[in-house]
């Protein structure tokens, strides 16, 4: 499958009930630097997240009416089938084949459906408008010129839908350093809000303690939460 193609797997088979929320944690001292995202995913053979969804995303979602969904560096689409499998109609985005491919394996063994984009966010072929629910759960998206990326991400959203972005916090310069990155070379929660014209409404943006467990020496104790709503 080539970046930019979309393949659909499986047919239609909802997954009853919701599926138990639990933190993915990542296996970093494992796995390559942050750079190469087919290299990460590789070089982690047994998975590099948990397979559970983000604890954040559950919460908040909590009571929403499901609808179509857009899940924005889904991984190895542990949220995306979460969200299926909840009633929604979802897309999975990643610049990651590797990754993808876990993703749509773990979507056929749960039996739900879920659209499959291996694209990077600020090159993606979305329809603008075309989700009632964007989720970007702990991206790592490189800023390019103009940050086309967050205006992707921003025009995706539906009139009416949401946009929930969960990231680590507080940001750690000096241990994002020591795994090969620098904090400044990424999109920040700050640079989305900072583009929340008076077309949206901001209903969450907070710092909480991670409704997940906290891996042992991890400096990512609490998720910053920013949830807004595109007016008609
Ligand atoms: C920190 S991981 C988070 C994965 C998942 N959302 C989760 O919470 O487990 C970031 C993900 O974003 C993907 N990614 C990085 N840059 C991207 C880009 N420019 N476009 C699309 N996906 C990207 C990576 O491949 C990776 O799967």
Request: hydrophobic fraction near 40%.
């Given at each position: ?225 920013l949830r807004a709503r595109r007016?008609?």
């Open positions: 499958m080539q970046p930019g193609e979309a393949v659909e797997f499986a047919t239609w088979r909802p997954v009853s009930g919701v599926i138990a929320a639990w933190a993915p944690i990542a296996r970093l001292a494992t796995v390559p630097p942050m750079g190469d995202w087919d290299e990460r995913y590789t070089a982690s053979a047994d998975g590099l997240w948990s397979g559970r969804v983000n604890g954040t995303l559950a919460v908040e979602l909590d009571g929403n009416v499901p609808g179509s969904a857009l899940d924005v560096g889904c991984g190895e689409g542990a949220d995306a089938i979460w969200l299926a499998g909840n009633g929604w109609e979802v897309t999975g985005l990643d610049v990651s084949q590797v990754a993808l491919d876990r993703a749509a394996a773990g979507a056929r063994e749960v039996g739900v459906n879920v659209v499959w984009i291996c694209a990077d966010l600020a090159g993606a072929p979305l329809a603008p408008g075309g989700y009632d629910l964007v989720s970007v759960q702990y991206p790592a998206l490189k800023h390019s010129p103009g940050d086309k990326a967050v205006h992707v991400l921003l025009d995706a959203v539906a009139p009416g839908g949401r946009l929930l972005l969960v990231s680590h916090a507080p940001q750690n310069p000096e241990y994002a350093r020591a795994h090969g990155f620098e904090v400044t070379d990424y999109v920040q929660p700050e640079d989305v809000r900072d583009r929340l014209d008076e077309r949206w409404d901001i209903e969450v943006d907070e710092t909480r303690p991670r409704a997940d467990p906290v891996p042992d020496g991890s400096p990512f104790t609490h998720d910053a939460v007016r008609n």
